[in-house]
């Protein structure tokens, strides 16, 4: 024997690898269309999940800044009024 030729499968081994295929499934056209509009869905909620979740950061982030600045505002306005 020379190098590699007791190495090969037998054909039954490589026929139970061929049958093992990924195979497509046969949902049909209503089940493809289904399917993608469930995605387009879970997509949908996804996105308005984080818009709101940003958006809360975002109106947290304007009453502080609101807190702190608009007294400051208001006095350089008084300030300025008096002259």
């Known amino acids: 024997m020379g190098a590699g030729e007791g190495i090969m499968a037998p054909a039954s081994v490589i026929g139970?690898?061929?049958s093992l295929k990924?195979?497509?499934p046969r949902w049909?056209?209503?089940?493809?269309?289904?399917?993608?509009?469930?995605?387009?869905a879970g997509m949908a909620i996804l996105?308005?999940?984080g818009s709101g979740l940003i958006l809360g950061q975002l109106g947290a982030?304007?009453?502080?800044?609101s807190g702190r600045d608009i007294p400051r505002l208001?006095?350089?306005f008084q300030r300025w009024a008096r002259r």
Not at 61 to 65: E, I, N
């Open 22 to 24: 990924f195979k497509k």
């Open 74 to 76: 208001a006095v350089s």
């Open 47 to 49: 996105i308005s999940a």
């Open 16 to 18: 139970k690898l061929r």
């Open 61 to 65: 982030m304007m009453l502080d800044l």
């Open 28 to 40: 049909g056209i209503r089940g493809s269309l289904f399917a993608a509009f469930a995605v387009i």
